[in-house]
């Protein structure tokens, strides 16, 4: 195929949409907006659990997990498994270790009897300098995993700097809110 036709489907592409024959995606070609995937079978999957992140600190990892399960309440449309359950089958340290595989995350839920995991990373939780001020940054990568398949149903991933005067955990609490919704809109 010639470089240029390659290039006009490429363009195609990008004024169409992304259609995949796996899912839909949106928010890819924004940076303001959280990218999200979810794959055709999105609707099948009902009760879930939601393990602890992993990121620099387990405390970091923890806490934003929490602010998942809660937009997720608030959203009504899974089941949650409470993490208790969780640690009663692996184990506190193992929960608290949260760098499962999608494998061992799908294992997990079958172990507890929910039909999808969410597991997650927080790649960036920090304060950064910028023109002599503060601003805090936080990046969030979640994604469902099926427990009967290991398949990732979704995938959510976001990273923005908030306003100088707001604080991590409102900026982070925000930076959820945004992917929930996103995610919320894409969902069967």
């Known amino acids: 195929m010639k470089p240029t036709h390659i290039l006009l489907l490429l363009l195609i592409g990008l004024l169409t949409g992304c259609a995949s024959p796996y899912g839909s995606s949106s928010g890819g070609g924004n940076i303001n907006q959280p990218n999200v995937f979810v794959s055709w079978d999105a609707a099948d999957i009902q009760k879930v659990g939601i393990l602890p992140f992993k990121a620099s600190t387990e405390l970091i990892g923890a806490s934003v997990s929490d602010m998942f399960v809660t937009e997720f309440m608030k959203m009504g449309r899974y089941d949650l498994v409470e993490r208790s359950q969780m640690s009663g089958v692996l184990g506190e340290t193992e929960v608290a270790l949260s760098g499962l595989s999608s494998g061992q995350a799908a294992q997990l839920g079958q172990m507890i009897g929910a039909q999808g995991v969410i597991i997650g990373t ?66 069967p």
Do not use: C, F
């Open 122 to 187: 927080v790649s960036e939780y920090e304060k950064v300098a910028l023109s002599g001020r503060a601003y805090p940054v936080v990046g969030i990568s979640i994604r469902l995993i099926h427990s009967g398949t290991g398949q990732i149903i979704w995938s959510v991933d976001y990273a923005k700097r908030g306003g100088r005067n707001a604080t991590l955990s409102q900026h982070a609490r925000s930076v959820v809110q945004q992917m929930v919704t996103a995610l919320t809109r894409q969902l």
